[in-house]
């Protein structure tokens, strides 16, 4: 069953706007939620996760239980926001969602 | 980049022949894994390890056997290579054994003709 679910494969949005990439879960208990990023040619890093409620980059994402989601946010989008970002659901193992690819419009 | 590296970095080989990967960590970390990365299907895990000679299979581990006899690799096999396989293949590793924070190698390219 898919525990984590990003329901966008791609997000086209202008530079400047606001940002928002979805993410649901299927779990009962308290999760433990990532954000990972892909840039173009580079490795896989930890974005966030929801146990630290940090901001890196100006993303921020909030769980939220009565939705089940983990939206990531960044209220300005920049171009060097243009990469392949996914959620990822602690089960006994870290489980990825399918990604979204988020694309900045100039 | 936790001192992971993997190689080859870029790989092309036939149908039926054999294929092991190699991952390479510096830093002394248990945990390793092996994902496979495909357009439509997000970061799949293949085999996971907890320890030296300890190894488990993941979601999509038909066709790919793992050896791990040090700390510091972890060996991803495919037995007999099929056009399916052609893939790009990440290992990671687990930062802390407290928390599920995953560091990723910088990945290999396979192709399968």
């Known amino acids: 069953a898919q525990r984590v679910t990003q329901p966008e494969k791609l997000l086209s949005v202008f530079k400047g706007a606001p940002v928002e990439l979805k993410c649901n879960y299927s779990?009962?208990?308290?999760?433990?939620l990532f954000w990972y990023v892909q840039y173009s040619r580079q490795r896989l890093q930890l974005l966030l996760r929801?146990?630290s409620r940090e901001s890196i980059k100006g993303f921020t994402a909030d769980l939220n239980k009565g939705e089940t989601s983990f939206h990531l946010k960044k209220p300005f989008a920049q171009e060097e926001d243009s990469a392949m970002y996914y959620c990822?659901?602690?089960?006994?193992?870290?489980?990825f969602g399918k990604g979204t690819r988020l694309h900045i419009l100039p | 980049d936790a001192g992971i590296t993997q190689s080859p970095r870029h790989k092309v080989t036939e149908t039926g022949t054999p294929v092991t990967l190699r991952c390479h960590q510096t830093?002394?970390?248990?945990?390793m894994y092996w994902y496979r990365q495909d357009p439509g299907h997000g970061l799949r895990l293949i085999h996971y390890?907890?320890?030296?000679?300890?190894?488990d299979k993941g979601e999509v581990s038909d066709g790919y056997s793992v050896s791990r006899s040090k700390t510091e690799d972890f060996l991803l096999t495919l037995e007999s290579a099929t056009s399916s396989q052609t893939s790009v293949y990440f290992c990671?590793?687990?930062?802390?054994?407290?928390?599920?924070?995953?560091?990723f190698g910088p990945g290999t390219r396979l192709t399968v003709t």
């Open positions: 929801h146990i």
């Open positions: 390890s907890y320890g030296v000679k300890d190894t």
């Open positions: 990671a590793i687990r930062g802390t054994a407290s928390s599920y924070e995953q560091y």
């Open positions: 830093e002394n970390h248990r945990y």
């Open positions: 990822a659901f602690r089960d006994d193992k870290i489980i």
């Open positions: 779990y009962s208990g308290s999760p433990e």
